[in-house]
């Protein structure tokens, strides 16, 4: 199974003034979604965006936009986040303290579910939970604590990439394999010979007005990393 690679854009580090037209601009670029961090002060040291960022982005932007809940208690909110027409909602597992539960609810309002997974916790519940990796589309391997666009990247997340690969494959399962933080040139090359295919990007798209060829520049360094990497982890060029 080839698992094809996808940019995501993560708008914690576009311009607040101007979101809707920096979306519209990553959309234009190639993106596969937009990537909308909720923050609630608890969870993290930080507020972002809230419930309504879904509906008033919706309606200037095509490709799905995803709910990444760093909040504590995510489960009182998930009826919320689905009724403001989120298309996917990822949920940190450390903030569930009924990880198969979380991820049965948001399947069963019809939208994609998603687990991160900080860089200091391990993969305990997923092993203690295996069905749950028949239910989900993406892990996302955390390289930053939640929080803030523009920390530096956690060495720990390649060997927890090459992790979640042997899962997968082990299981025989699809779900799509995650990078959250810090993604962008330093650190492509080693994601994704690692073997991840989902690569969320904040600081390396938004950090400047160049949105469509900050994309464009990540995509040509993973052509170039795919063209060089052995057969390990198969993938495919971009969606
Ligand atoms: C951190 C967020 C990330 C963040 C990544 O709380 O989950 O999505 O936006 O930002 P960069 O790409 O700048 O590390
Ligand atoms: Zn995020």
Redesign the pocket.
């Known amino acids: 199974m080839e698992f094809p690679i996808k940019i995501s854009s ?4 576009a311009d607040f003034g101007n979101l809707t037209y920096e979306a519209m601009q990553a959309e234009k670029g190639g993106g596969c979604d937009i ?1 909308l ?1 909720i ?1 609630d002060g608890h969870y ?1 040291h ?1 507020f972002s965006f809230g419930i309504d960022i879904i509906p008033a982005l919706k309606k200037h932007i095509k490709i799905p936009l995803i709910a ?1 809940l ?1 909040i504590d208690n995510p489960d009182i909110f998930i009826d919320d986040f689905v009724l403001a027409g989120s298309d996917m909602i990822v949920v940190q597992e450390d903030t569930c303290p009924h990880l198969p539960i979380t991820i049965a609810t948001v399947k069963k309002r019809g939208i994609k579910a998603g687990i ?1 997974i900080n860089p200091d916790r391990g993969f305990e519940k997923l092993e203690a939970n295996p069905e749950i990796l028949e239910q989900i589309d993406l892990l996302i391997i ?10 530096p990247f956690s060495p720990v997340t390649i060997p927890k990439i090459e992790k979640a690969c042997r899962m997968r494959k082990h299981r025989n399962v699809h779900f799509d394999i995650g990078v ?5 040139p330093h650190t492509i090359p080693e994601i994704v010979k690692a073997g991840a295919n989902y690569l ?6 938004f ?1 400047d007005d160049n949105i469509i060829d900050n994309i464009k520049t990540l995509k040509d360094l993973v052509k170039k990393t795919l063209a060089e990497t052995t057969v390990k982890n198969p993938r495919k060029d971009f969606v």
């Not at 993560?10 to 580090?13: A, C, F, I, K, V």
Request: with cysteine; net charge negative; proline share 3%.
């Open positions: 993560s708008l914690l580090s990537h961090d923050m993290c930080n990444h760093e991160g955390m390289a930053v604590y939640p929080g803030f666009g523009g920390q959250d933080g810090a993604v962008g969320i990007a904040g600081s390396s798209i950090n």
